[in-house]
């Protein structure tokens, strides 16, 4: 990744969980700042990274970035001259993203990798998601396809849609969107998908209103094993068009 941005809140002396963000498509890491800061001001750490290309670097790669990122996050907390020093859970991660980076933050749950066990959750927001397969995918254009087997995993995810993205995107991410995302992750993994009406491809881009209140009672509930807040997860906010949840109350998250 390029040009990572860490924010953190201040006087904690108690071990914090940390979400990690990566932008879309000809964004860098500044595109993302105001998803790190609404998280930090909220009592988590935050990274908002960019990719090394923003216009040639796939999902995959934005995906690996992700992965690097938290490994950056795990050695704050062992610096001793890091202002996290000691305070960090280094077992406990997210990982976002909006546009490419939501796609991404998908393909990062399904790579084999050191810190996977570590990551509790994952939020997808205004999600595209492109993977190359010629054995699965030999009917389509380009061999880019989603399937049930690229996303089998038991993370819980938060997938925020909108309802008309497509108007804003071209035909060839049709099949390849939020709400695909959701329906070929599996049903026996936490999930909920949130398509806001009448939301274009930039519906979900900040964490304003409906989208900053959803995705901060999702983070809460995961890595500070809020269970209380899980009744709320389960309402769809006013502006949705559909709201569907795999997600059962008194179900532990620890």
């Known amino acids: 990744y390029f040009d990572g941005i860490l924010y953190y809140p201040l006087d904690v002396d108690f071990f914090l969980g940390s979400i990690i963000f990566t932008p879309g498509f000809g964004g860098g890491s500044s595109s993302m700042l105001n998803w790190g800061e609404f998280f930090a001001s909220h009592g988590f750490i935050s990274m908002v990274i960019g990719p090394n290309d923003e216009i040639n670097d796939s999902h995959e790669q934005r995906a690996f970035g992700l992965l690097d990122a938290i ?16 305070v960090i859970d280094t077992t406990l991660f997210m990982v976002a993203g909006y546009s490419m980076g939501g796609g991404a933050s998908q393909i990062a749950l399904m790579i084999e990798s050191n810190h996977n066990d570590h990551i509790v959750g994952a939020i997808a927001l205004n999600p595209t998601i492109l993977i190359e397969d010629c054995d699965l995918c030999a009917d389509n254009e380009y061999c880019i396809c989603l399937v049930p087997e690229f996303l089998e995993h038991e993370i819980p995810t938060l997938v925020i849609a909108g309802q008309n993205e497509l108007d804003d995107l071209s035909n060839d991410y049709a099949g390849l969107i939020g709400q695909d995302i959701y329906l070929n992750t599996p049903e026996t993994t936490m999930k909920i998908l949130y398509e806001i009406s009448d939301g274009g491809h930039s519906s979900a881009e900040s964490p304003t209103g409906y989208v900053g209140n959803k995705t901060l009672e999702w983070v809460q509930y995961l890595l500070s094993s809020n269970e209380s807040l899980c009744d709320s997860l389960l309402l769809p906010p006013e502006n949705a068009s559909q709201y569907l949840t795999t997600l059962q109350c008194g179900a532990s998250v620890s």
């Open 71 to 86: 490994q950056t996050v795990k050695t704050e907390s062992w610096r001793v001259e890091s202002p996290l020093y000691n």
